[in-house]
């Protein structure tokens, strides 16, 4: 089993969690992932690792509830275990392989959205600790909404919070601080965005424009994250990869998007009724005109 | 009675069975496998134990099933198999050891296969369980994967006296028996999960949610966990698809995947938080045991489903009965028929598949004929759902982490048949991993023969 050692609730619906999984803790770095699974009827459902604590033996997940699955992990508490969770999945991000001579004078832009900053605070932190310091552009809908903001400061080189009803920070969404930061003079080597998939969507859209490489990390579905189903699969470059073995980490300019975010709805219809059974129990039984039967 | 006619063995009736994922055999009582067996002459040279892979003392065990004397039975055949059960329901019987009975010149040959699941079903019933080792070598042995390689190696290192550990990928033991092969062909709960408690009465331990070449590799478990041999039986591997316009469309699936869904995931049971898709019309493409389990799966489900298969009938690699099987509960078969392109809606999701029909021509490689296409044949086949079942290609999670472990062109692990070893000492391996996919019953001859081949290396021989 693997212990909850800290619960924490971020935002609305948006939780952090320590958990005890030894094997995953020693050997997971920046860019991978977990897939954990709640009890032993549970969906296995994958996260990009946040943070990692080799000598605690914990690892660090953000979530926010959007299904049955992501709300029953928030019921979880502090001292109780999750049912399975096992990684580190995927590739590493690729600056993590690179030789340091090579990455140390790049100039690197990290954009989050949303639940996004927690996949990218464990790269900037490495980052932040091989020496190389790192812009990094948070984008949040709302003030109330954003995670992580302390924490980011820390590893950062410049932080730029951005809110999409101007709230906090900047204002508007995160491809506008993008523009704004160029439009400053401010260069950049290579972007590295993530948060949900339309973001990253405009992002690889204005940074083509620019010229400047960006790498996405995409979370398509799953099922078991070794290879073995296909679920994940999307389009790079015309060649189809399957995000958790060849990714989760994928070229934007090459990604096809629009199949990614179709590929993304396959189950909703099912998920809502799932949703709704555990909201409503037994008593759920059509009629509420957003099931068919 | 006719000595050259087997005992029928009882069925679930195929009407209703279509509509549930309950078992479609029912299997042999005490008295039917009692007089199936008194149809056994007992061959001094035995023919049937060639046919075996893991070599079961066949003659030997229905011996006893003649006495009466179950018990006795079950000890003969776990000398030879930990997974009898498993065994007794989906090896190709009618190519291995059935295929060599020589009851089966004039008359049906014995039913060896329901005599092996009847055995392994009593004793189960029963609480017999096979013996353990008597005494312990102290010694440790990392086999990875739970599957019918993993636990067969597992199961004879233990009885030897070693130090076993299992590492499994997914968070259930049981490899391809689990995620692969339908709860309709092989109980899970029942039988599956009662086979590996089997192997663990025998000493071994299962880690779960362990993928080696990720959570730890080949190299750290030898030289930080301390085992000194390990054996990979780490599977299949990846999906294969097409490679023609609008795979990637809503609603088509990799049989890995719907399968996965349905079996280790339990999708088909609404208690279930895993979602499969529903269609109501399902091509699956493909004409091999994965293919019909997929297909009567969906068919399970509330589809209409349809096998879409490029050869002819007899050209099917699929198992006689599995084929005879899915007829009987209704799937329909589209052969001489090959997918060209899949069609979807403006919202991506499909609508229709594509297809052109085919003829035989000459053999190939193979030694089948080869289906050729023929002129202006197309057709649109109205479905929701495709499930392609074209095999896997190996996974390359574990050649790639260790150092020295060689691979063949097509990327599966190179090991000695006879001993499973491989290019880095202390390394063994066998299963789809080194043959690429395959049956059940060789894996777990494979597992067998590494087995003996890591006690001799470990043993100084």
Known sequence: ?293 | MDVLKKIPVREQDARERATNFQEVCLGYNKEEAMEEASRCINCKNAQCIKGCPVAINIPGFIEQVKNGDIAAAYQVISESSALPAVCGRVCPQETQCEGKCIRGIKGDPISIGKLERFVADWARENNIKPEGAKEKKGKKVAVIGSGPAGLTCAGDLAKLGYDVTIFEALHEPGGVLVYGIPEFRLPKSDVVAKEIENVKSLGVKIETNVVIGKSTTIDELMDEEGFEAIFIGSGAGLPKFMGIPGENANGVFSANEYLTRSNLMKSFDERSNTPIMHGKKVAVVGGGNVAMDAARTALRLGAEVHIVYRRSEEELPARVEEVHHAKEEGVIFDLLTNPTEILSDEKGWVTGMKCIRMELGEPDESGRRRPVVIPDSEFTMEVDTVIMSLGTSPNPLISSTTDGLETNKWKCIVADEANGKTTKEGVYAGGDAVTGAATVILAMGAGKAAAKGIDDYLSGR
Not at chain 1, 232 to 258: I, L, S
């Open chain 1, 1 to 293: 089993m693997y212990k909850i050692l800290k619960k924490k609730e971020l935002a609305a619906n948006i939780y952090l969690m320590d958990v005890e999984a030894k094997r995953v803790a020693k050997t997971c770095k920046p860019g991978q992932f977990v897939i954990v699974r709640t009890d032993a009827a549970g969906e296995r459902i994958p996260l990009t690792i946040c943070d990692y604590d080799r000598e605690a033996g914990t690892v660090t997940i953000v979530f926010q509830t959007v299904g049955a699955g992501t709300k029953m992990m928030a019921e979880l508490q502090e001292g109780e275990a999750f049912h399975d969770f096992v990684g580190p999945l995927g590739c590493a991000s690729e600056f993590v392989g690179e030789e340091l001579s090579a990455i140390k004078d790049k100039r690197f832009l990290f954009v989050a959205g949303g639940v996004g900053a927690a996949p990218v605070y464990p790269q900037v932190k490495w980052l932040h600790e091989h020496g190389i310091a790192a812009d990094v552009i948070v984008g949040s809908k709302t003030k109330d909404l954003l995670i992580l903001e302390k924490e980011m400061e820390a590893v950062a080189g410049n932080l730029y919070v951005t809110t999409d009803d101007g709230s906090y920070g900047r204002s508007g969404m995160v491809t506008q601080t993008i523009k704004d930061l160029i439009a400053e003079g401010k260069q950049y080597d290579v972007c590295i965005a993530i948060g949900p998939m339309i973001m990253m969507k405009f992002v690889c859209l204005l940074t083509k424009e620019y010229q400047l490489p960006t790498i996405v990390s995409l979370n398509p579905i799953m099922v078991d994250g070794t290879g073995m189903c296909g679920a994940c699969r999307v389009t790079v470059d015309g060649k189809v990869k399957f995000a958790c073995v060849d990714g989760p980490e994928f070229d934007g300019h090459a990604v096809n998007f629009d199949e990614a975010m179709r590929r993304q709805q396959i189950y909703k219809t099912q998920e809502g009724r799932a949703m709704l059974a555990l909201q409503e129990g037994e008593t759920h039984h059509g009629g509420c005109g957003n099931c068919a039967d």
